[in-house]
């Protein structure tokens, strides 16, 4: 079956440390795309990516890094200088800029900062 | 950026009635996209329904349906016969070509047996 994995489900992490999220798709799409879920808030875009080996900032970038080396993967970075990271994450993945390109979901990473 | 506001953060509906969520949006643009997202409590966000700004007519998909106003710049939608697997937290979400996909807070649904 085609669709996004993401893992770990749930994930801890101590204060200081990097921690790396992963994202996997087999749907053949050529752009993918990190969001952080708070309470309260909708779906704030961290990263995307429309081709392999380019990315670009969303709107939450800062304390977060990402790689695109192949199509179907695309792991996010948490690093110790994001102030706040106990969020959910949510990895997505579109056809690209096609008029209905609407964005298909992985099942989301739950990570908590200690 | 463009905004995406929707003013219920929650809704309850009796089991087979009908309900509206609403939403709102602000553009300069013309050409753009319209979505409704639903997350149940598995947090698998799942789409529900889309809607193209050229096309007057509204979307339906079976229980599911929109009222698009352009002038008005709002995408509300209604769920018919509303049954208990429809409780989750909707999310409106817009889309144009220049533009990344921008998502609404949010409203909670309930729906009671």
């Known amino acids: 079956d085609g669709g996004i994995t993401q893992s770990p489900k749930y994930l801890f992490r101590k204060e200081g440390q990097n921690v790396t999220l992963s994202c996997e798709q087999n749907?053949?799409?050529?752009?993918m795309y990190w969001y952080r879920q708070d309470p309260g808030q909708g779906l704030r875009l961290i990263y995307y990516s429309q081709i392999v080996n380019d990315f670009q900032k969303g709107d939450i970038a800062e304390g977060y890094s990402v790689s695109r080396e192949k199509k179907e993967s695309f792991p996010l970075t948490v690093t110790s200088a994001q102030k706040n990271p106990t969020a959910f994450y949510l990895c997505?993945?579109?056809?690209?800029?096609?008029?209905?390109?609407?964005?298909?979901f992985g099942p989301g990473t739950r990570l908590t900062v200690l | 950026a463009q905004t995406v506001t929707q003013s219920q953060p929650e809704m309850s509906v009796q089991e087979a009635e009908t309900v509206t969520l609403s939403c709102t949006y602000d553009?300069?643009?013309?050409?753009?996209?319209l979505f409704w997202y639903k997350q149940p409590p598995s947090r698998q966000m799942i789409l529900v329904i889309r809607?193209?700004?050229?096309?007057?007519q509204n979307a339906t998909e079976n229980r599911f349906s929109v009222n698009f106003q352009k002038a008005a710049k709002s995408f509300s939608l209604k769920i018919s016969d509303s049954q208990l697997g429809d409780a989750a937290m909707y999310f409106c979400?817009?889309?144009?070509?220049?533009?990344?996909?921008?998502f609404g807070a949010g409203t909670r649904l309930t729906v009671k047996p």
């Open positions: 749907l053949n799409h050529d752009a």
């Open positions: 553009t300069s643009e013309s050409d753009y996209y």
């Open positions: 979400a817009y889309r144009s070509p220049l533009d990344d996909m921008r």
């Open positions: 809607q193209e700004a050229y096309k007057q």
């Open positions: 997505a993945s579109s056809t690209g800029q096609g008029r209905y390109n609407e964005q298909f």
